[in-house]
């Protein structure tokens, strides 16, 4: 199949620039993948769509503010940081803009001194291996000097950290937030085990290559970056108690999705395990696990759509997102919503 295959027309001001007052208020747009027929609802209606002994699956990733704006030492030179990956010995693989400044030996300051790190390696795609130097916890002082890596497309300040992490953010690890479950309250996660519904909690960690555009005209040629998961006893118990008593399981998001369908076997069974996943899922792909998805809207010709096509069908899933478009539905991170089941 080919990238423009996954092409649609998106006008600008659709795209959400801040996160709604009420998280569960926002729109959510309902396809049915075998009729494909659309219906439109609020969030909080999600309830209508999940039964009892069904199991819903969330990422409980944590967004790290990992978005570092320093100075290069010696100079009031600008240099932007964006930690992607954890190493050994306080080295973590970065983006650096701009780049032709962050050579190997360059140190930069952050916080007035409260944090300096060094340029060691030059790695694949020009990303930079930054080896960190601070007196305290890491975590800590990223709280109080970095900011949420947002994606690019917005613009808008976030006053609130937190309306970029879900409610059930726990383990600290993210480049970029789990959106779909952004929509989620306590309250509406409460309502949902009190109608029998399970929730099964998995970790994956979003890196930046699941955002990566695909530059190959062949979509299978697209090389996914890998991702650390983890999946414990709980909640594998609980999706294969879903799936054995002939219930769905329905992810939150790409995110939750990638993580089952890269650790279950073949029969669709799932144990207690952790690795790196480079799985990517486009038409073609054979579901082991997943039955419905809770999504938002995805970029044109992103991985993400592509997803979500090989659930729905791409033209099914075309059709859902230019009826969204003409209803005025908002997109990407901090839109709306979609439920296919």
């Known amino acids: 199949m080919k990238r423009q295959d996954f092409y649609y027309e998106l006008p600008d001001e659709l795209i959400a620039q801040d996160p709604l007052a009420d998280r569960e208020s926002s729109r959510l747009l309902v396809l049915d993948r075998e009729s494909g027929v659309i219906s439109h609802r609020v969030f909080r209606e999600i309830t209508d769509y999940l039964h009892e002994g069904d199991c819903l699956v969330i990422n409980d990733t944590k967004v790290l503010p990992a978005r570092l704006i320093g100075s290069r030492e010696g100079t009031n030179g600008k240099i932007e940081i964006l930690l992607l990956k954890r190493k050994e010995n306080n080295v973590w693989e970065t983006l650096v803009k701009p780049g032709r400044k962050a050579k190997v030996g360059t140190k930069i300051i952050f916080g007035g001194g409260l944090l300096t790190g060094e340029v060691v390696d030059v790695v694949e795609e020009g990303n930079r291996l930054i080896q960190f130097s601070y007196q305290g916890i890491f975590e800590e002082i990223l709280d109080e000097l970095g900011q949420m890596p947002l994606p690019p497309y917005i613009t808008h300040r976030l006053e609130d950290k937190n309306r970029y992490q879900t409610v059930y953010a726990v383990h600290t690890g993210s480049a970029a937030a789990p959106t779909a479950g952004l929509h989620f309250t306590p ?23 699941t955002f990566r555009p695909v530059k190959v005209d062949e979509i299978a040629e697209h090389h996914m970056h890998s991702e650390f998961y983890q999946i414990d ?4 118990d609980k999706i294969n108690r879903a799936k054995e008593k002939g219930k769905r399981v329905i992810c939150v998001g790409t995110t939750s999705c990638r993580t089952v369908e890269s650790a279950a076997c ?19 792909y054979q579901f082991k696990v997943l039955d419905g998805l809770i999504t938002n809207f995805h970029l044109p010709e992103s991985t993400l759509i592509m997803l979500v096509s090989a659930l729905a069908g791409r033209e099914k899933v075309l059709a ?9 539905y908002r997109f990407f991170s901090f839109g709306d919503a979609m439920y296919i089941g």
Do not use: M
């Open 187 to 209: 309250e509406l996660l409460l309502k949902l085990e009190g109608q029998g519904v399970d929730i099964a909690r998995v970790t994956l960690h979003v890196g930046l290559g």
């Open 233 to 236: 006893k709980e909640a594998a």
């Open 266 to 284: 073949e029969n669709g069974k799932l144990t207690a395990c952790s690795g790196w996943t480079e799985i990517f899922i486009y038409p073609g």
């Open 320 to 328: 859902a997102y230019e009826e969204a478009v003409r209803e005025r």
